[in-house]
Nanobody
Framework: QVQLVESGGGLVQAGGSLRVSCAASGRTFSTNAMGWFRQAAGKEREFVAVISGSGGVTYLAASVKGRFTISRDNGKNTMYLQMNSLKPEDTAVYYC?????????????????WGQGTQVTVSS
């Protein structure tokens, strides 16, 4: 079992930056690929970014590529999403998720554990 806790969300102006974190506990962190998803009000949850267990493979959604960076520190059992040049359309609840294996996937159905989410609001 893996427990995930997100932190770092908040309110930021358009063009600003924010970093959200996901702290994991419960099993060996480096064996889990980890991902970020987000859900805006009235919309379905969508893929944002994923990182493999080793950290060597990452994928980003086209809408955030060049602005967001995903990383992880296996020594701290923590994953990060650095968000720069934020836009109002980035406003959403951001969820971290973990898989039972190391391989990265963009598919929401491929994740076994989810955090409770953290709100990110970007004002115009």
């Amino acid at each position: 079992q893996v427990q995930l806790v997100e932190s770092g969300g908040g309110l930021v102006q358009a063009g600003g930056s924010l970093r959200v974190s996901c702290a994991a506990s419960g099993r060996t962190f480096s064996t889990n690929a980890m991902g970020w998803f987000r859900q805006a009000a009235g919309k379905e949850r969508e893929f944002v970014a994923v990182i493999s267990g080793s950290g060597g493979v990452t994928y980003l959604a086209a809408s955030v590529k060049g602005r967001f960076t995903i990383s992880r520190d296996n020594g701290k059992n923590t994953m990060y999403l650095q968000m720069n040049s934020l836009k109002p359309e980035d406003t959403a609840v951001y969820y971290c998720a973990a898989r039972r294996n190391m391989e990265a996937t963009r598919l929401e159905s491929g994740y076994d554990y989810w955090g409770q989410g953290t709100q990110v609001t970007v004002s115009s």
